[in-house]
Nanobody, 121 residues
Framework: QVQLVESGGDLVQPGGSLRLSCAASGSIFEINAMSWYRQGPGKEREFVADLTTPGSPTYADSVKGRFTISRDSAENTVYLQMNNLEFEDTAVYYC???????????????WGKGTLVIVSP
């Protein structure tokens, strides 16, 4: 099994910044990709950003230029730097990882429990 634990969510004013972290642990041979999704009040879960191995980051249009995804492969941790936050960024942010538990194992998706970001004056 693989566990993903997000942290860094908080109450922040519009225009402010936050850095989210997601640490993966457990039966990990390799992580093919790590991603961030979010679910705002009354909304469906939506893609925010991802980073594949190897590969370039991709972002939802709504966060391009404001959010940056990065990864510490040695620590199996992914970060989401969020700048110039807007009311619409209020959501529970979830981490997702595509993990191979062994050399010949199939890739499985795992999710964290989420961390809450509230953007409010």
């Amino acid at each position: 099994q693989v566990q993903l634990v997000e942290s860094g969510g908080d109450l922040v004013q519009p225009g402010g910044s936050l850095r989210l972290s997601c640490a993966a642990s457990g039966s990990i041979f390799e992580i093919n990709a790590m991603s961030w999704y979010r679910q705002g009040p009354g909304k469906e879960r939506e893609f925010v950003a991802d980073l594949t191995t190897p590969g370039s980051p991709t972002y939802a249009d709504s966060v391009k230029g404001r959010f940056t995804i990065s990864r510490d492969s040695a620590e199996n941790t992914v970060y989401l730097q969020m700048n110039n936050l807007e009311f619409e960024d209020t959501a529970v942010y979830y981490c997702n990882a595509a993990v191979r538990a062994g050399r010949w194992a199939a890739i499985q998706d795992f999710w964290g429990k989420g961390t809450l970001v509230i953007v409010s004056p």
